[in-house]
């Protein structure tokens, strides 16, 4: 695979990300709201329709849906390795980051957690504050140490 193509497929997962984190903080906030219908909405407004490509799109459906259906999985981890911070206390940006996270670095394995690590410490940080980021970055940190063989 060129450079250009491996460099669009990480700029489309990347962007893809992004509109999860935004699409999973919005459906936390309003949780009355139907999932699918509220994710062919967001993904279907018009800023969205015309400006993003089709994997975007799709890779963003696969995240969201994945991290919606296991969240009470990344909920539960989240209790086991961080002491004081329930899930439901953490802002809504900062819990939507890790849900993501834990879903497609550990639970589906779509991504290597190092690699998985870093990118929610930018998403993080990109719509969250730098302390975001640093939260973020510590809990991922405790959830490899819990769950990461010694080495890997």
Known sequence: MSKQKISHKFESRHRARELAVQFLYSIDLCPWQEFEP?????????????AELP????YCRFLTRGTWDRRTEADELL????????????ASVERSVLR??????????????????SEAVDIARFFGTDESA????????????HLLPEGE
């Open 100 to 117: 993501l996270t834990i879903f497609e670095g550990f639970l589906n394995r779509e991504l290597p957690f190092k690699s998985a690590i």
């Open 134 to 145: 640093r939260f973020v970055n510590g809990v991922l940190a405790r959830v490899a140490r």
């Open 79 to 90: 209790l086991r390795v961080v002491t004081g911070w329930r899930p439901e206390r953490m």
């Open 38 to 50: 509220a994710l062919e909405l967001f993904l279907g407004a018009e800023s969205l329709a015309e």
């Open 55 to 58: 994997e975007v799109k799709d």
